[in-house]
């Protein structure tokens, strides 16, 4: 029986030739980047495997630990995609970070000198300047806790960063700057800090509490030195699959209006990011460490015709032809600001059964704040997990959002934070969101809206936004979507599960305003909903056509849900005959949350379809991943 090594050299060497399997295997002693790529001699870098992938061609990774930016010269086609793939069984890391010889200091603390041969070019080129993330600033005026994209991580724990300004001392003490109005405060890190000194050639790093005076593993000292992991360097490559990698420690910048040509430099780019791509599939990686994105999907910046959005400085077009792409199964983590990022999330998506968590410790502010935010999402956003994303709503719909199925996905929004759950901005619709669960902590409407219409929601459960209404209908600013003004019409609320506390209005909608003559509010329904809080507040002219009726009120604790966020379990009790009076076959009535099958003849409120009377059921809220 052939070893898990012999079985990886069988399949690199029975490719055909018109459709080959190329070896990339740092750990063989016989790889070299000239060779064949074969299994005798495999490549030793991903680089000459981008360089000879043709359509239809495979590259295939063995175990091991690959420093660099992979960066494909062509894609594939339709029916040919190039695939790049962790070999059966392989463990395959790919780091954007480099380590490093340290020297302890006098004061306790470790220095390395930072040569240029740790650094690389933005666009790849020997014509342009090396890219030092410690001399590059994180994105100003964004409220980003961090003064550059430089990273230090320590057994994978990102170290808080002293600026270069600031005093040795400082340093020493791991005494971290921040800004209140003018003033300058400092606070004590217990995760250990990082400075960079003498104009970004020496880097100097204390330990966390509880290491100091102890003897530094060099090996567990990653520093960021590029500033992507995986994307390529020219905009708009088609048909390229990206599956089994972990990817870490990219040194990328945040994305604030980079819809502005002039913000090229900030146009989004994750740890792996398309490029404007079109038709790619991202499947079971693990996206982590990034200064800011994990994964960017979209047009990153700028807008058609005036172009915008390359952030390498090359002044590429953007693509005619871009979307398209499958994400699915992926793990998007411990990045600094976002989770996804897709700005032009068009056409014909699938972002399924994907784990967004623990992202945005760098606290970068603005409009594109989100664990997961998309413009113009069109196709399936479904079974995904997002939650613990510690700044932002756990996912903004922006800018064109139509023709998508957003179904049986988790939204949890942090702890004490004051966040809404989702979020629609800007869109026309249709969009059919249903049996998803959305848990808030605190403030924050569990769903916000602004300038959205033609959005159905359907058998979702929305709690734990105490203090605030689980559905608004608010936010009219006078802009434009489909050549007319941006409007809140024709919302559908029906068969939820929807509850807030106290007095708090269960639904709000923004009162009566129109343009010209053309109502923004008009043709709302909420029905069929089991609902607590106090009344709903909405305009009622009757021309309106607005209609919030049939609603059964469970303020009495009919209906009562906690969350262990711990172990990540739903506890739905339902203490009374509840009936909310929804009849079957309506939106989202195919499936409930957790996959099973609903009744076509009766409705059931909520994501839950076994749910009944006298009954508490106990739900992983990992079960969205599972169907």
């Given amino acids: 029986m052939p070893t898990q090594t012999h079985a990886i050299a069988l399949l690199c060497i029975l490719g055909s030739a018109a459709a080959r399997t190329l070896c990339v295997n740092n750990g063989a002693p016989t790889a070299s980047d000239q060779g064949p790529g074969t299994e005798a001699v495999p490549f030793k870098t991903f680089k000459p495997a981008t360089e000879q992938a043709m359509p239809g061609d495979t590259v295939m990774v063995s175990t091991g630990v690959y420093r660099e930016r992979v960066a494909p010269v062509r894609g594939g086609t339709k029916g040919s995609p190039i695939t790049y793939t962790a070999a059966p ?102 995760r250990g800090c990082f400075q960079p000194q003498k104009n970004g050639t020496v880097l100097a790093i204390q330990l966390p509490d509880g290491l100091v005076n102890t ?243 359907a058998h979702n459960l929305i709690a734990g936004f105490w203090g605030s209404p689980t559905v608004a209908l608010g936010g009219l600013t006078g802009r434009s979507v489909g050549g007319k003004t941006a409007s809140l019409r024709s919302w559908w609320v029906g068969a939820n599960v929807l509850l807030t506390n106290g007095q708090v209005p269960w639904i709000t909608i923004h009162h009566e305003k129109n343009a010209s003559g053309y109502e923004l509010v008009y043709n709302e329904t909420a029905e069929f909903n089991v609902i607590s809080g106090g009344p709903g507040t909405y305009p009622v002219l009757p021309e309106l056509k607005i209609a919030v009726s049939n609603n059964y009120n469970a303020s009495n604790g009919a209906f009562n849900v906690s969350v262990d966020r711990g172990q990540m379990v739903l506890t739905l009790e339902r203490t009374a005959e509840v009936n909310s009076h929804c009849a079957g076959g309506g939106p989202g009535s195919d499936v409930d949350f957790t996959g099973a099958v609903r009744s076509a003849s009766q409705c059931v409120a909520g994501p839950l379809a076994s749910v009944s009377a006298g009954s508490a059921i106990n739900v992983s809220l990992w079960a969205a991943l599972q169907h």
């Fill in 89 to 190: 069984g392989a463990n395959v890391v790919i780091r954007a970070s480099e380590t490093v010889k340290w020297e302890r200091q006098s004061d306790g603390t470790y220095a390395t000198t930072l040569t240029d041969s740790l650094f690389d070019t933005l666009d790849g080129t020997s014509n342009s300047s090396l890219y030092n993330p410690f001399l590059t600033a994180l994105q100003p005026g964004q409220g980003c806790t961090a003064p550059t994209t430089g990273q230090v991580h320590l057994n994978g724990e990102y170290l808080d960063e002293v600026p270069a300004w600031d005093t040795a001392s400082n340093l020493q003490a791991c005494m971290i700057a921040y800004q209140d109005g003018r003033k300058t405060h400092h606070y004590h890190s217990t």
């Fill in 215 to 457: 003897t530094l593993n060099e090996s567990a000292v990653e520093v960021t030195v590029r500033s992507r992991v995986f994307a390529p360097h020219t905009r708009g490559l088609q048909y390229i699959t990206v599956q089994g990698f972990t990817m870490e420690y990219a040194a990328n910048n945040w994305c604030a209006q980079m819809w502005y040509p002039q913000k090229w430099q900030y146009a989004q780019s994750g740890l792996l990011g398309t490029r404007s791509g079109y038709g790619w599939t991202i499947h079971n990686n693990t996206l982590r460490y990034a200064k800011t994105i994990g994964l960017d999907v979209g047009i990153e910046g700028g807008y058609r015709p005036a172009g915008g959005g390359d952030n390498e400085g090359t002044n590429q077009p953007i693509p005619n032809v871009t979307g398209a792409h499958t994400i699915t199964n992926n793990i998007i983590e411990n990045n600094g600001a976002s989770g996804i990022q897709g700005y032009g999330a068009a056409p014909d998506f699938d972002i399924s059964g994907n784990i967004v968590q623990n992202n945005g410790h760098n606290n970068c502010a603005g409009a594109e704040n989100a664990g997961v935010k998309l413009h113009g999402l069109q196709g399936k956003f479904e079974r995904n997990v997002i939650f613990n994303n510690s700044d932002g709503a756990p996912a903004w719909f922006d800018s064109g959002a139509s023709d998508v199925r957003i179904s049986r996905n988790v939204f949890m929004a942090p702890a004490g934070k004051q966040s809404s759950g989702v979020i629609f901005e800007l869109t026309d619709g249709p969009v059919l969101f249903d049996n998803n669960i959305v848990l808030g902590a605190g403030g924050g409407a569990g769903v916000g809206s602004q300038d959205a219409a033609n959005i159905t929601l």
